[in-house]
C-alpha cells in the first residue's frame, strides 16, 4: 500500500495568481497522476507525472496552465496558475504502484477555491 | 479507449433495503474495474475491484458486484443498506490511467 499526503489541505485565493500543491508518498513509486474534482462532478486526469521527464497531459489540460514537477520516486507538485473561478475545484494525487494489490491510491485532495 | 457509464445519477433507499447501482463499461480489451465511495468531504475510498478473476467480487462493508461480459455491465448491490452508506459512488474503469463514471449519489431513508 501506499500511504499519501498532500498541502495544501485547500486554500482560497485571488484569481490571476497561481497555487502550487505538494504531493507526498511514503515510498518510492514509478506512476503518479494529478486529477481534478469540479463541484459536483466526477474525476478527470489531468496528467501522468513522470519522474525526470516532462509530465504527460490529458486532453484539454496544457503544461502552461498546470505545470508539474516530479523530482524524484516521492514527490511532486501540481501548479495552477494564472487562476480564474472556473478552476475551483478539489485537486487530487494518486499513485500506482505497479505490485499486489494493484490498486492505486489517492490522496485525501487540495480544496481550491479562486474568488 | 476505455469509459464507463452510470446509469443512475441518483439512488435513494430506504435504511434496510437493497442497494442497486448500475454501471456499463466499453472496453476494447478486458478491463479491470472498481467501484470507490466518496463520503462527504472525505477522501476516495476503494470498495471492491475486478481484475479478471472470478466474476462475482466481494468488497468492503458488505458490497459485491458482478462483472457480466455479455451485458458489458459491473453494477454494484448490497443487500441491506446503512445509514453509513450515503456517499457518491463512482464506478471506475482502467488499469493505471482511470476513467471515472459521473457517479451516483446514494442517499438513505431512515
Known amino acids: 500500500s501506499a500511504v499519501i499526503s498532500q498541502k495544501p489541505s485547500r486554500d482560497i485565493c485571488q484569481r490571476g495568481t497561481s497555487l502550487t500543491i505538494q504531493c507526498q508518498v511514503d515510498s518510492q513509486v514509478t506512476m503518479m497522476f494529478w486529477y481534478r474534482q469540479q463541484p459536483g462532478q466526477s474525476l478527470t486526469l489531468i496528467a501522468t507525472?513522470?519522474?525526470?521527464?516532462?509530465?504527460?497531459?490529458e486532453s484539454g489540460f496544457v503544461i502552461d496552465k498546470f505545470p508539474i514537477s516530479r523530482p524524484n520516486l516521492t514527490f511532486s507538485t501540481l501548479t495552477v496558475s494564472n487562476m480564474s473561478p472556473e478552476d475551483s475545484s478539489i485537486y487530487l494525487c494518486s499513485v500506482y504502484t505497479g505490485e499486489w494489490p494493484y490498486e492505486q491510491y489517492f490522496g485525501p485532495g487540495t480544496r481550491l477555491t479562486v474568488t | 479507449a476505455q469509459s464507463v457509464t452510470q446509469l443512475d445519477s441518483h439512488v435513494s433507499v430506504s435504511e434496510g433495503t437493497p442497494v442497486l447501482l448500475r454501471c456499463n463499461y466499453s472496453s476494447s480489451y478486458s478491463p479491470s474495474l472498481f467501484w470507490y465511495v466518496q463520503h462527504p468531504n472525505k477522501g476516495l475510498q476503494l470498495l471492491l475491484k475486478y481484475t479478471s478473476a472470478a466474476t462475482l467480487v466481494k468488497g468492503i462493508n458488505g458490497f459485491e458486484a458482478e462483472f457480466k461480459k455479455s451485458e458489458t455491465s459491473f453494477h454494484l448491490t448490497k443487500p441491506s443498506a446503512h445509514m453509513s452508506d450515503a456517499a457518491e459512488y463512482f464506478c471506475v474503469v482502467g488499469d493505471y490511467k482511470l476513467s471515472f463514471g459521473a457517479g451516483t449519489t446514494v442517499t438513505v431513508r431512515a
Open positions: 507525472a513522470n519522474q525526470g521527464s516532462e509530465a504527460t497531459y
